[in-house]
């Protein structure tokens, strides 16, 4: 975020001074993106990977900064509950074999902290939501103790009527009321950083918009919480509800968490913009830098409240700016849970981009013939069903829109993201191996949600909801560490 928050009391003048600031930063950013040297230098990959830890009985444990004090490693940091971990990957040039070498360190990393966690009798376990959380787990009590998130959470209580509510449809609906900011805890992401130039932003990212419900449907994760049966990715969701109450609006202005409010048309300024302009400052912190100042004197500014306010709204595609390397833009895409096995993960990053890049000559015609609103509606749709999504896509030889099976659609757009691939330097070896993994989800039509429904249907046949649950987990931890994706997992409960 670039600033530290040490305390989560502000007064009115704050609130005024940040927002002096804020439009300030919003203003040279402007003057920093008409710099065309502004941004340039090679692309790069970057992620961070939230994990739970978890007890022998695959139950969430409190020992996020026991961990952290024993590890010792700056790119650990502590996440909102105490029960999850987030490891902040190198960046890595796209240049021959990225997505590897990224794997590479998630496994270095997964194998250094199970080794620490297990002098504390504990586990790693990347997932999207723990199949094994009581509502009992998520509480005032089970926050991190540090002053970010007391902050966070005050600030979020204080914008509307509280408690929060929890409503998810599914087969299984859960309705409840929370009472602060730690169910939001309860998701665990894989979020990808992808550094673009100022002048390919807009297509990019207009580009990763339109493509996300289709590798969000494959890559979905997260079926279950509380033991309810909900959405294929129910992180979506669940963090809309846990960090605002929707009912205090006056206006329909979207939430704080939401897929966008249309197709970017000239770059990213104008999504630096609407953020200051639609989400009221929360933590008003302001840093000794003047980001005028700074930009005069040849610096790179440091723009600290318009990176700590981008850090307080949660799209879930987003704008990052960087002022390392002499400043650059990145878009992090944040969608994708954590899990089921490393080289999935980085598989549905590389599917991603891959698109993404390959539809670059196609995707001004493309969000033509897509209005923003079914792209919306595409997404919500690829995380409440998964595979089973049928999604709604432009048919532009036809001049019309169709609804596709999400499979077919993302099996038709293989040769696509193979291309993207190449053209952005991906060794050949990489790329068989990226797809290959992509290929054959889609043809056995798998991913870890349809997985872990499938192996939980079967044990509550035989045990209690609640052991049912503990043993779902139990198998998930040996398959992540015993398999390269969820393909190769036994599909029937060891006996």
């Given at each position: ?417 193979e291309k993207g691939l190449y053209q952005i330097g991906i060794a050949e070896d990489e790329v068989r191996w990226l797809l290959g993994n992509i290929e054959q989800r889609l043809e056995q039509k798998i991913n870890g949600a349809s997985w872990q429904l499938k192996m939980l249907n079967q044990l509550k046949r035989k045990y209690h909801t609640t052991d049912a649950l503990k043993y779902l987990t139990e198998h998930y931890i040996q398959n992540f560490n015993n398999y390269a994706s969820i393909v190769e997992w036994p599909e029937q409960p060891c006996q």
């Open positions: 975020m670039g600033l530290s928050i040490s305390h989560d009391h502000f007064t009115a003048n704050d609130y005024l001074l940040f927002t002096e600031r804020l439009h300030a930063n919003l203003s040279t950013l402007q003057k920093l993106l008409q710099n065309p040297d502004f941004g340039q230098g090679p692309g790069s990959i970057g992620a961070e990977l939230e994990m739970y830890i978890v007890d022998d009985e695959c139950r969430p444990t409190h020992l996020n900064q026991r961990i952290a004090n024993l590890i010792n490693d700056p790119q650990l940091t502590l996440e909102l509950n105490q029960f999850n971990l987030e490891y902040n990957l190198s960046p890595v040039q796209i240049t021959h074999q990225p997505f590897r070498h990224i794997a590479k360190e998630i496994n270095c990393v997964v194998k250094r902290l199970n080794l620490c966690s297990q002098t504390l009798n504990a586990r790693i376990l990347p997932i999207g939501i723990l199949p094994t959380l009581e509502k009992k787990d998520i509480s005032a009590e089970a926050m991190t103790d540090i002053p970010r998130y007391h902050a966070l959470s005050k600030a979020l209580r204080s914008i509307g009527d509280m408690p929060f509510q929890i409503n998810i449809d599914g087969s299984h609906p859960l309705q409840m009321l929370s009472p602060d900011i730690t169910m939001e805890g309860a998701n665990t992401s894989f979020q990808i950083h992808y550094r673009v130039s100022p002048e390919h932003f807009a297509r990019r990212f207009n580009a990763i918009q339109l493509v996300t419900p289709i590798v969000l449907a494959l890559g979905a994760n997260s079926p279950t919480l509380f033991g309810h049966a909900l959405w294929q990715e129910t992180r979506i969701a669940l963090f809309k509800h846990s960090v605002e109450n929707r009912n205090h609006h006056k206006w329909h202005h979207p939430a704080r968490v939401n897929f966008g409010t249309g197709w970017v048309r000239e770059g990213a300024f104008e999504l630096f913009a609407e953020a200051v302009y639609l989400y009221a400052p929360i933590l008003p912190i302001t840093s000794h830098h003047n980001s005028q100042e700074q930009l005069n004197q040849g610096i790179t500014p440091a723009l600290d409240e318009l990176r700590l306010h981008q850090s307080s709204v949660w799209p879930w595609n987003r704008p990052v700016y960087d002022p390392a390397a002499n400043g650059h833009l990145r878009i992090e895409m944040r969608a994708l849970p954590a899990g089921p096995t490393i080289d999935d993960m980085v598989a549905n990053a590389a599917f991603l981009i891959g698109i993404a890049e390959g539809l670059n000559d196609t995707i001004e015609q493309l969000i033509i013939g897509l209005p923003f609103n079914y792209a919306k509606y595409n997404f919500y749709e690829a995380a409440k069903q998964g595979l089973d999504a049928a999604l709604i896509w432009p048919d532009t030889k036809n001049h019309q829109l169709k609804e596709i099976s999400v499979v077919n659609l993302a099996t038709e757009l293989l040769p696509i993201a």
